[in-house]
């Protein structure tokens, strides 16, 4: 019997070893592609987050502590591992499982949502409602660096950095997108800091630039190296959190379980508001979905071989087809309207 059909709850999860985690994961991205590939929906962000779910779940006591998935749109497997796997092919039926989570389908969905940018603040809301009721449970709250953008997720950021409640963790879901590619000052500043070749190219030119100093050259220059972890802090997000009171832990490979298990084991419970900074990659383990994650971010029926649509064309166009030429034409007419 398949390892998926046998889990309820968190708890059974807890009894897996990490080889049998590592099938489940397996298991489980095949029914989100079979099921999405039959019913539509969001199944880039979804397979990316296989391995962190599995890793929440794991660590923690859900659902007396909190889950809240920003947007909910990449809680397929979430939704899989409580409870709703026999049902899960109604996914975005009348009637059938949610695309996104909700309350009222489970008690392990923390938050109803459907809208970015606002598991922060919803975090802090329900942390702050167990501190006053001496509830020491966790609340953890998964963003994407696409939601990450928008300012509602600064005012909770703000705030829980102000407020210092223990027990707030935010993960931070890094796949380098949002629903397209990311634009703005905060993506490349993120992308930036997380390309290893960036960061090896930068230590060897200032490796060199402090080596060819006369006399004193060689002496900072092994001084750097011995503070090489503080210069990896400071050019990376860390810097950006820790302005809000966070503590910063990251990056990490988020889809490396091992990994996942340790640093989340040693952060849960914390004295101060955790920021942790996981990457992982759009549509991870479906070929089709790495390759264009922007097609599978939100995705109608699909051939499961090819990844090639199974819409039948009718000639007419979609409101964003309609919109989007309309607006090239303008851009077109009015120079001034181009970036
Ligand atoms: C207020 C609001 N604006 C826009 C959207 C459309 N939207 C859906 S998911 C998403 C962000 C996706 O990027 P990210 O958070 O990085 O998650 P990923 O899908 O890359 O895992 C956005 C902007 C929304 N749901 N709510």
Request: net charge neutral.
């Amino acid at each position: 019997m398949p390892l998926l059909e046998q889990i309820k709850n968190s708890g059974d999860i807890q009894q897996l070893t990490r080889k049998e985690l590592r099938v489940l994961a397996n298991e489980i991205r095949n029914r989100i592609i079979d099921v999405v590939s039959k019913n539509g929906g969001h199944l880039a962000s979804s397979l990316g987050a296989v391995e962190l779910t599995l890793a929440i779940h794991y660590v923690f006591d859900l659902p007396k502590d909190t889950l809240i998935w920003d947007v909910g749109h990449q809680a397929y497997a979430h939704k899989l591992l409580t409870g709703r796997n026999d049902r899960f092919d109604t996914l975005r039926q009348y009637k059938g499982i949610s695309g996104f989570t909700k309350i009222k389908e489970s008690p392990y969905d923390g938050f109803t949502v459907g809208h970015s940018s606002t598991s922060i603040s919803a975090g802090l809301g329900v942390c702050y409602g167990k501190y006053l009721n001496g509830d020491e449970s966790d609340v953890i709250s998964v963003i994407g660096d696409g939601s990450l953008t928008a300012g509602l997720a600064y005012e909770g950021l703000n705030q829980a950095g102000d407020l210092k409640k223990r027990n707030l963790i935010v993960i931070l879901n890094d796949n380098d997108m949002s629903i397209s590619h990311n634009v703005g000052a905060l993506s490349s500043f993120l992308s930036r800091t997380f390309s290893a070749k960036y960061l090896q190219s930068m230590r060897n030119q200032f490796g060199a630039f402090l080596k060819s100093l006369p006399r004193i050259g060689d002496e900072i220059y092994h001084i750097a190296k011995r503070s090489e972890e503080s210069f990896k802090t400071f050019i990376t997000p860390g810097m950006l959190f820790e302005a809000f009171n966070f503590d910063y832990f990251g990056p990490i490979d988020g889809h490396n379980l091992d990994h996942l298990i340790d640093i989340l084991t040693n952060i849960k419970n914390p004295e101060d508001p955790v920021l942790l900074h996981v990457t992982t990659v759009k549509g991870k383990g479906y070929g089709p979905a790495e390759k264009n994650p922007v097609y599978f971010h939100g995705v109608g029926s699909f051939e499961i071989n090819t990844g090639k649509s199974n819409a039948k064309p009718n000639g007419i166009p979609s409101y964003t087809q309609v919109f989007g030429r309309w607006m090239v034409n303008l851009g077109k007419r009015i120079p001034k309207l181009s970036p």
